[in-house]
């Protein structure tokens, strides 16, 4: 298990070398933090060097296993994108980080001050302290995956498995055995699939997040596809947002965007741009919405959202302003060799799913309908060397309430 996570870490500090981000720094600390309080609770350390005092090991062994869940915690939160999350989420995130952080300075302080509780007795605190940060971060990945994100059903398989790797190395810390050389087994086993599945998400959910900029940027490969669910196939979707909502007793709101100049563009743009088009205004979008809300194209001049208000109230009512702004900033394109702008021209129509009766068929046909009727701004392709057009002065609010 020791070897495993040295690879690990050695690895982390290789990417952290090249790519000198964030990013790579959230990945060394984690995996140092939380792997070496796996590597000193094993009880491997204090064999290497004898030599050290066996209070000093105490003390790592009480402070590091709170403090590296306060730290797997806040990364869960970011790597939930808890932005787009309800208040509840990053209320759940914070205050369990904080309470970790503070747990670990009081067992820390209660070792170097006090004889009155024994080694065992402060371990098995920490114990304490760590299995219930695994039930949070059990509890925030299980509220992520039932707001749609289906990245998190995975990280809830490695919430159990660190449980089970808190368990067995804190029964290893207290010098209990209950499955003899199997626990030991089992424990390194959970430790390196917990590491091995957390990195495998985050890398997946790094380089979708990375995929998405670039795509909002415009930048978009030959073969372009659209990562979404798309006519019949997103309606389904939407269904199963708004029962999740109702069961979970939030509101949702399914809205349309219209792009209605796709097709007024005339010679301007070859054929096959208009997948370009759309490929980008969706990456920004879903950049804009986050993972778990549901996404989709339901013609090809329509986008449909359903987002469960369950999140911010401000983002409630999908920061319209700002997804508007963003869905009108120009798509970079190539004619014959010269850069082009095109300029969409969108439109918006919310409908909040209020009434069980309504049904998502019904919703999408109402957005749809509203999105095409609100006031928009005929835009155009223009040539890229020409100056942009002010959209703040020239552009009216594209936004219609149901």
């Known amino acids: 298990m020791a ?59 009480v402070s590091m296993g709170p403090l590296s869940g306060a730290l797997a915690l806040s990364y869960l939160g970011i790597w939930l994108d808890e932005a787009h999350e309800d208040a509840n989420m990053r209320r759940m995130v914070t205050s369990g ?13 209660m070792t170097v001050s006090t004889d009155a509780i024994t080694g065992a007795g402060l371990i098995a605190l920490a114990a304490v302290v760590n299995l219930l940060s695994a039930a949070l971060a059990f509890a925030v990945a299980l509220r ?19 449980a089970v790797m808190v368990a067995g190395l804190y029964s290893q810390g207290l010098g209990l055995a209950p499955l003899g050389l199997a626990g030991k087994a089992i424990t390194a086993l959970t430790t390196v699939g917990y590491f091995l599945v957390v990195i495998v998400l985050t890398i997946l959910r790094t ?24 006519g019949a196939a997103l309606i389904p979707r939407v269904e199963d947002a708004i029962w999740r909502s109702q069961r979970m007793q939030q509101r949702c709101v399914v809205a349309a965007v219209s ?31 986050g993972f778990r809300n549901v996404v989709g194209l339901y013609h090809p001049r329509c986008f449909v959202l359903a987002v469960s208000s369950g999140q911010d109230p401000k983002r409630g009512e999908l920061k319209m302003n700002e997804l508007l702004s963003s869905l009108r900033e120009p798509v970079p394109l190539t004619i014959h060799g010269e850069p082009v702008r095109f300029m969409p021209c969108v439109g918006m129509g ?7 009766s309504l049904s998502a068929l019904d919703a999408i046909n109402q957005a749809e309908k509203q999105s095409f009727n609100a006031p928009g701004m005929v835009l155009s392709a223009v040539p890229s060397n020409d100056e942009p057009q002010d959209a703040q002065d020239t552009m009216p609010p594209s936004m219609a309430y149901y």
Request: charged share 20%; net charge positive; with cysteine.
């Open 3 to 61: 070897g495993v996570l040295l690879i690990l870490a050695l690895i982390a500090s290789a990417d952290l070398a090249v790519q000198r981000n964030k990013a790579s720094l959230r990945g060394l600390a984690f995996i140092v933090l939380t792997g070496g309080a796996a590597v000193i609770m094993s009880g491997l350390p204090s064999m290497l060097w004898p030599g050290v005092s066996d209070k000093a090991w105490l003390l790592l062994k």
């Open 97 to 109: 980080s904080m309470g970790l952080v503070m747990a670990a300075i009081a067992l820390a302080l």
């Open 144 to 162: 992520g995956a039932r707001l749609g994100d289906r990245l998190a059903r995975w990280m809830v398989y490695a919430c159990v498995s660190l």
């Open 207 to 230: 380089r979708e997040q990375r995929r998405l900029r670039r795509m909002a940027r415009g930048i978009v490969g030959r073969e372009v596809d659209i990562p979404m669910a798309q």
């Open 259 to 289: 792009v209605r100049n796709l097709y007024e563009h005339g010679e301007l743009v070859p054929n096959g741009s208009e997948t370009k088009i759309l490929s980008v205004l969706a990456a920004r979008i879903r950049r804009l919405v």
């Open 350 to 356: 919310v409908v909040p799913v209020d009434a069980p």
